[in-house]
């Protein structure tokens, strides 16, 4: 099966019903805000995966910074152009950028989990290649509440909408982004819940690019 294409079909159909609700999160929000932090002013942001465009885009914006988000899905695009008009924006999926040290900073919220091992990979290299030496990147995903993934369980249903979501464990981060010389200068977890998505494990990762 074709993750990108079931992933691209689901976040079509759900469109603007559903926001990112993360950022009211303590540790969450600790992390994103320690990222912008570390960006220097006006600088350049990639979302990768910005969805609805709210919050994060939205937020990203409001800081100052300048912004072009991506999405795999058109509906999402169109959603983002209406709710943060400031940001440029690229219907383009991860696996597929061709950004060269372009971007101060990447802000990925919940979006390399659609993704499996080998496209995880994939986009993993083209965000580094993106960022400009020294640039920031923040991770933020869910990882598995035992330390093991079960390949079977990485389908689920969102708003009725089947997908592919697959957590990953710190040291499957750390293993992929070793090889791009990306340094990772903070890990922390929080368990969240929310109506939409339920009971998740989140994994938050900052790192640099040496």
């Known amino acids: 099966m074709n993750i990108l294409k079931l992933n691209k079909k689901a976040w079509d159909k759900i469109g603007g019903k559903v ?6 999160h303590k540790k969450y929000l600790e992390v994103f805000n320690l990222f912008c932090n570390k960006l220097p002013k006006l600088a350049s942001v990639l979302d990768f995966g910005c969805g609805s465009g709210l919050p994060f885009t939205k937020e990203l914006v409001k800081r100052g910074f300048k912004v072009t988000a991506i999405d795999i899905s058109e509906t999402m695009i169109k959603e983002a ?3 943060v008009p ?8 991860m696996t597929k ?4 040290e372009e971007f101060d900073g990447i802000f990925s919220g919940y979006t390399m989990l659609c993704l499996d091992q080998k496209n995880f990979r994939i986009s993993a290299k083209k965000a580094v290649k993106a960022l400009k030496q020294g640039g920031v990147f923040f991770l933020a995903l869910n990882e598995p509440p035992f330390g ?6 990485n389908y689920t249903k969102i708003m009725g909408q089947k997908m592919y979501s697959r957590p990953y464990n710190e040291d499957e981060i750390r293993k992929v982004f070793s090889k791009f010389k990306m340094k990772i200068i903070k890990v922390d977890r929080e368990t969240v819940s929310s109506k939409v998505y339920g009971d998740e494990h989140t994994l938050l990762v900052l790192m640099q690019k040496q």
């Open 19 to 24: 926001a990112s609700p993360y950022i009211k």
């Open 81 to 83: 152009k209406k709710n």
């Open 86 to 93: 400031e940001a440029r924006y690229f219907r383009v999926s």
């Open 97 to 100: 950028i061709k950004f060269i």
């Open 148 to 153: 093991v993934n079960n390949e079977a369980e």
